[in-house]
C-alpha cells in the first residue's frame, strides 16, 4: 500500500468519523428542540399576540407535526373576555407547497361582539384579521368542528344570542346547526319580545344553504300591535353573494292597528338578493282573515254622512256609511304582491285583489290593480275592480294606460235609501303629471232640510292639482243644474233649472294644496211654486256664492241683490222683500245679515218694514234677529199709529214661524208692550199675544199717539193701565181679543173732566176695539158743568168706531142722574146725542153744593137733559126738570132796587123772598160753551106779607097767588158754577170764561 493510498485511506476514515458525529451532533440538536418544543411554540405565540397587542392567556395541551391543541384560551380583557374556549384544535395538512390548516375544532366556545353602524366588532379579536387581500370573497378549503360554540352579540336594539354545532368541510360538505334568541330587541320604536330561532346550515359546492324557523311572541312598532309569529326561511347564498335566492313563508296572530285588528296575516313568496347590485325582488301572496278596520274609520264615514244629514245625499251617505262599517269587520282577502327594488329606485305592486267581508260585501280587482314607483312617487292603476253586495252600490272601475298617465272609467249602479236615491252617471278621471280630471253628473233624490228634493241634477267637473288641489269648473264659465220637485218648509216647487256661472273665469270653487278655498258662483233665482194651495213666486237678483277659509275652516259667504217672496192667497199676499241679504257657512250651518226687509203676512193686520238684522240656519231652524223694525197697521183706515219693534226674533222651523218683540213709542224708545207671534204657512194661520206690564199715560203720552182712535174723543189723558190681548188669524178671517184695566185714569172729553176711572174692559175684538155687552166702569167724578161722583157706567164698545151706552148712574143731590141708552157714532162726524135723566133731585141739597148766598130752594125734581154734540160743539135740546108734586119753597133775599126794576119787579122780588111753589118747570136749550136760554116757570103764593098795591101805603099780604115766567140766558158752565148768577141778575148776560182744570180743556167734539 503505497503511502498516498495510505494517506486516502485515514483521510476517508476521518470524513466518515465526522459525518456520523454531525448527524449525532444534528440528532441530538433536533432532540433538544423537540423536547423544548412548546416552550418554543408559546415564546413564538406570546411574542405575536404581544406584537398584536392582544391579551390572552393559554396552555398548549398538544404540539405536533401534525397540529396543535389549546386549552383553557382566553383572549381579552379578562374580567370580560372576547373569547373563552376550552379547547382549540387546529390540523395541519402537509402538500408538496408545504403545510396548511386543514381543520379547525371549537369546544365549548363563547365570543363576544357588537354589531353597529360601523359594522360588526368582536373586540381584540379583530387585532387577528388578517389584512384584506382585496380578491373576492371564497368560502376556505377547510374542515371546522363546532361544538357548543355560543356567540353574544350586542346590538343598539339589544343582545342577541347565536349558537352553532356541526362539522365538514366549508366549501362543500359542512352541516350543522344555528340558533338565535333575543328577549327584548328594540329599535326606535319599534319592539320584539321571545324572538328565537332554529337554523339548519349546509355547504355544498361552494353555497350555503340555510332553511329554518324562526318564532316571536310579541311584536310592536308605532300602532301597530302584532301578537306570535313565526315565519319559515330557506334560501341558498353562492360564496361569491351575487345572487342570493330564498323563499319566506310568514304568519302573524292578531295584527292591530288604532283600534283594528287582523286575526291571522300570512305573506309567502320567493325572494332574491344581489348586494353588489343592490337589487332586491319579492313575489308572492299576502292573505289575511277576520280583519277588522279601526273604529276611527267607521266613525269617520258616520260623520261624513252626518254631515250631509238634511242634505239630498244624506240617506244615501248614511246608508253607505253603514254597510262600510259592515264590509270593515271580519272581512278576509288575498292579494299577489310584488317588489323589485335597484338602488334608490323601485316598484311595488298588488294585483288579483280579492276581498269578502262577513256582510256579504266583495271586492275583486283584476291585473295589476295597483302599482308604486318610487323615487317619481307616481301610482299607477292597471285592470278591473268591481265591489258589490253588503248593501254597498254596485261599483265597476277599468282602468288602463293612457298618453302619458292613465284613465278610469266607472259606472255605479243606482243606489237607494228609502225614499232617497243617487244615480251616478258614467264617469272618467284622466291622470296625467301629477294631475286629473273627473267628469259625471250627479242626480238625487233625496231630503232638503225638513223638506225633500226630487232629481236633483249636478254636473260635475273636478281638476286635481299636485299636493291634493281641487277645482270645480264650469266649462265655458257656466252650467245647468236643476231640479223636478222640491218641497221645503211647505212650499212646493215644480221643475226648475238654474244657470250658474263663475264670479271668475271658469272656476266656481277652489282648494290650494295648502287647502285654502277660493272661488265663487253667481245666478239668478226666479220661479214659482206653491205654498199648501197658495201660489208663490220668488225672484232674486244677482245671486253670489263666494268661497273662503281653509278646509279646517271654510267661509261660504252669499249676497243678493234686491229679492221678492211673494205668496198669493185668496184673501191677499204673504210678502217678504229685502234689498239686500248676505249667507256664510259655518260648521253649525248658515248665517248673514239683511237689510231693508220688509213684509206683512196674509191675513194678519200688520205690517213690519224698515228692518235690518242677522239670520242663522241650522238644523232645520231659520233664526231671524233684527234689533229694530217698524209696525204698521195694514188696514186702508189706520187703527194704530206706527210703532217700533225693538229686539225682534223670529225662527221658522217646520213651516211654523215663531218670534217675539218689543213694541216701543218711536218718538223716545219708551216701551209700550210685549208681543210674541205665531204663524203656521202651510195652514195661513197664527196668533200673535200682547202684553202690556204697565203703560202710563201723561205728558210724555197720550193716547192718539197710538191710535188716531181716541182723537177728538178724550184727551190729556193720565194715569195707567196694564192687560193684554191676542190677535188670531186663519184663512176663515181674523178675531182678536183682550182685557185691560186701570186702578184711576183721569181725562178730559167734550162734556168734562173725568176722574179716578176704575175698571176692566174685556174687548171680543181688540183690533176693532169692540166688547161684549155689560162693560162696567167706575168714574170717581165727571164735570159736564155740574160735578158728579161715584158714578157707575155700563157700555159696549162695537165695530166700526161705535159705542152703545147700556147706562150710567150717579148720586146726584139726594136722587140720581141717569145716562139713559143710547148709540155713539165715532167713525165719522156725526150728531152724538146723550140724555142724562134726573131722578128725585133734591133741590136743597142741589143749591148748597154751590154755597149760593141769598138763595134756598126746597123741593124734589126729576127730567131729561138731551145733550147733542157734533162739529158745532155741545149743545142742550129740550132739557126739562119739573118739580114733584107737592112743589116747594124757594126764597132770595138779596137786595134788589126799585130804581132798576120798578115797582112791579120789586113786588115780584119780594115775593120770591119766601114762596111756596105748587109747580115748577125748568126748560133748558143752548150751546153748552156758549149761551143756554133757560124758561123757569112755575106759580105759588107768597109767604111772607107783600105790598101789593106798590104805593107807599101800609097794605101787607100773604098767600097771593103768584105766576113766575123766568128767561135766563147765561153761559151753561158759569150758570151752574157761579153763585152770582142768581145773587145779581144783571149779571147773567154777561159771558162767562171757561175755568181751566190741571189737563187743560178739550175743543168740541168733531
Known amino acids: 500500500m503505497t503511502f498516498r493510498e495510505t494517506q486516502r485511506r485515514l483521510a476517508g476514515r476521518r470524513r466518515g468519523r465526522g459525518l456520523a458525529l454531525g448527524v449525532a451532533l444534528t440528532a441530538l440538536g433536533v432532540g433538544a428542540l423537540w423536547w423544548q418544543r412548546a416552550p418554543l411554540a408559546t415564546q413564538l405565540i406570546d411574542r405575536e399576540l404581544a406584537r398584536r397587542g392582544v391579551p390572552a392567556s393559554y396552555a398548549i395541551a398538544r404540539l405536533s407535526t401534525g397540529g396543535a391543541t389549546l386549552a383553557g384560551v382566553v383572549i381579552g380583557d379578562p374580567a370580560t373576555p372576547d373569547l373563552v374556549a376550552s379547547r382549540v384544535q387546529v390540523d395541519l395538512a402537509w402538500g408538496l407547497g408545504g403545510a396548511r390548516i386543514g381543520a379547525v375544532a371549537l369546544e365549548d366556545t363563547l365570543v363576544r361582539g357588537r354589531l353597529d353602524s360601523k359594522g360588526l366588532s368582536l373586540g381584540t379579536l379583530d387585532l387577528l384579521r388578517p389584512a384584506p387581500s382585496g380578491g373576492p370573497f371564497s368560502l376556505p378549503d377547510l374542515d371546522l368542528r363546532l361544538r357548543n360554540v355560543r356567540m353574544m352579540l350586542a346590538t343598539p336594539g339589544g343582545v342577541v344570542g347565536l349558537a352553532a354545532e356541526g362539522s365538514g368541510n366549508l366549501a362543500d360538505g359542512f352541516n350543522g346547526r344555528a340558533a338565535l334568541s333575543a328577549p327584548r330587541f328594540q329599535m326606535a320604536d319599534c319592539r320584539v319580545a321571545g324572538t328565537r330561532g332554529l337554523f339548519n346550515l349546509m355547504a355544498v359546492d361552494r353555497v350555503v344553504e340555510l332553511d329554518g324557523r324562526v318564532r316571536t311572541i310579541a311584536a310592536s312598532c308605532g300602532e301597530v300591535q302584532a301578537g306570535r309569529g313565526a315565519m319559515l326561511l330557506s334560501t341558498s347564498i353562492p360564496e361569491t353573494m351575487d345572487a342570493v335566492e330564498g323563499r319566506i313563508d310568514a304568519a302573524v296572530r292578531r295584527l292591530a292597528y288604532k283600534g283594528g285588528s287582523i286575526a291571522r296575516t300570512r305573506l309567502n313568496g320567493g325572494f332574491n338578493l344581489a348586494p353588489a347590485k343592490k337589487r332586491f325582488g319579492f313575489d308572492g301572496a299576502l292573505a289575511w282573515s277576520d280583519l277588522v278596520a279601526p273604529g276611527a274609520w267607521g266613525a269617520a264615514l258616520k260623520e261624513g254622512a252626518g254631515a250631509l244629514a238634511g242634505l239630498p245625499p244624506g240617506p244615501v251617505a248614511a246608508r253607505i256609511a253603514a254597510a262600510g262599517g259592515g264590509a270593515m269587520r271580519r272581512s278576509r282577502g288575498s292579494a299577489q304582491m310584488a317588489l323589485s327594488m335597484q338602488g334608490a329606485t323601485g316598484r311595488a305592486s298588488l294585483s288579483n285583489l280579492r276581498m269578502r267581508s262577513a256582510s256579504g260585501a266583495a271586492l275583486t280587482a283584476t291585473g295589476r290593480a295597483f302599482s308604486f314607483n318610487w323615487p317619481e312617487g307616481t301610482p299607477r292603476l292597471d285592470g278591473r275592480a268591481v265591489l258589490s253586495g253588503g248593501g254597498l252600490p254596485d261599483m265597476r272601475l277599468d282602468v288602463g294606460p293612457a298618453p302619458d298617465g292613465w284613465r278610469m272609467l266607472g259606472s255605479v249602479a243606482p243606489y237607494s235609501a228609502g225614499t232617497a236615491r243617487l244615480v251616478v252617471g258614467p264617469w272618467r278621471l284622466d291622470w296625467r303629471d301629477n294631475s286629473g280630471r273627473l267628469l259625471t253628473e250627479l242626480k238625487m233624490d233625496g231630503p232638503l232640510g225638513h223638506g225633500f228634493v226630487k232629481a236633483l241634477a249636478v254636473p260635475v267637473d273636478l281638476r286635481f292639482g299636485p299636493a291634493g288641489a281641487v277645482r270645480l269648473m264650469a266649462s265655458g264659465g257656466c252650467t245647468t243644474a236643476g231640479f223636478d220637485r222640491l218641497e221645503l218648509a211647505g212650499v212646493l216647487l215644480g221643475q226648475e233649472r238654474l244657470r250658474i256661472c263663475a264670479q271668475h273665469g271658469e272656476t266656481l270653487f277652489a282648494a290650494d294644496a295648502g287647502g285654502r278655498l277660493s272661488g265663487g258662483m253667481k245666478t239668478r233665482l226666479a220661479f214659482g211654486g206653491r205654498l199648501g194651495d197658495a201660489p208663490l213666486s220668488v225672484d232674486a237678483e244677482a245671486v253670489r256664492i263666494g268661497f273662503g277659509g281653509s278646509t279646517a275652516a ?368 125748568i126748560e133748558m136749550d143752548g150751546q153748552l160753551d156758549g149761551e143756554i136760554i133757560s124758561t123757569v116757570l112755575f106759580n105759588g103764593s107768597n109767604q111772607q106779607p107783600v105790598n101789593p098795591t106798590g104805593s107807599s101805603l101800609p097794605v101787607k099780604a100773604t098767600g097771593l097767588p103768584f105766576k113766575f115766567n123766568i128767561t135766563i140766558r147765561a153761559p151753561f158752565r158759569a150758570l151752574l158754577n157761579t153763585a152770582e148768577s142768581f145773587t145779581d141778575v144783571r149779571t147773567v148776560p154777561i159771558r162767562l170764561r171757561h175755568t181751566p182744570t190741571r189737563y187743560g180743556m178739550v175743543g168740541p167734539l168733531a
Open 554 to 921: 271654510p267661509r261660504v259667504g252669499l249676497a243678493l241683490g234686491p229679492a221678492a217672496l211673494a205668496l198669493k192667497q185668496p184673501d191677499g199676499e204673504t210678502r217678504l222683500d229685502l234689498t239686500e241679504l248676505t249667507a256664510e257657512a259655518g260648521r253649525d250651518g248658515l248665517r248673514g245679515s239683511f237689510g231693508g226687509a220688509s213684509g206683512r203676512i196674509v191675513n194678519v193686520p200688520l205690517r213690519l218694514d224698515q228692518a235690518e238684522g242677522r239670520w242663522t240656519y241650522g238644523g232645520g231652524v231659520l233664526g231671524i234677529s233684527a234689533p229694530s223694525a217698524r209696525i204698521r197697521d195694514a188696514a186702508d183706515e189706520r187703527r194704530f199709529e206706527p210703532v217700533s219693534a225693538r229686539d225682534v226674533k223670529l225662527a221658522l222651523e217646520d213651516g211654523v214661524i215663531r218670534g217675539d218683540a218689543i213694541i216701543a213709542r218711536p218718538k223716545n224708545d219708551r216701551r209700550l208692550a210685549l208681543v210674541s207671534l205665531t204663524h203656521n204657512l202651510s195652514e195661513g194661520s197664527g196668533k200673535a199675544d200682547l202684553d202690556v206690564p204697565r203703560l202710563v199715560f201723561g205728558d210724555d203720552l197720550q193716547p192718539e199717539e197710538l191710535t188716531p182712535l181716541t182723537l177728538g174723543v178724550i184727551a190729556n189723558v193720565g194715569g195707567a193701565i196694564e192687560g193684554g190681548g191676542q190677535i188670531r188669524w186663519s184663512p176663515e178671517g181674523v178675531t182678536s181679543d183682550g182685557a185691560f184695566e186701570s186702578d184711576g185714569i183721569g181725562l178730559s172729553a167734550a162734556f168734562g173732566q173725568v176722574h179716578n176711572i176704575k175698571g176692566r174692559i174685556v174687548f171680543d175684538d181688540l183690533l176693532g176695539m169692540s166688547t161684549p155687552p155689560g162693560q162696567v166702569a167706575t168714574i170717581g167724578e165727571m164735570n159736564p158743568g155740574v160735578s158728579v161722583k161715584d158714578g157707575v157706567i155700563r157700555y159696549e164698545l162695537l165695530p166700526d168706531q161705535h159705542v152703545k151706552v147700556e147706562e150710567g148712574r150717579w148720586p146726584f143731590a139726594g136722587g140720581e142722574l141717569v145716562l139713559e141708552p143710547t148709540l155713539l157714532d165715532f167713525s165719522k162726524p156725526s150728531d152724538r146725542i146723550f140724555t142724562l135723566r134726573v131722578e128725585g133731585l133734591d133741590a136743597a141739597q142741589f143749591i148748597q153744593q154751590f154755597d149760593f148766598r141769598n138763595f134756598a130752594v126746597t123741593g124734589l125734581f126729576d127730567g131729561r137733559l138731551p145733550l147733542l154734540f157734533n162739529a158745532d160743539g155741545g149743545r142742550i135740546v129740550g132739557g126739562r126738570l119739573i118739580a114733584r108734586s107737592p112743589g116747594g119753597t124757594l126764597a132770595y133775599v138779596g137786595e134788589v132796587s126799585e130804581a132798576d126794576i120798578g115797582g112791579a119787579g120789586k113786588l115780584a122780588f119780594d115775593a120770591l123772598k119766601s114762596l111756596k111753589y105748587n109747580a115748577l118747570i
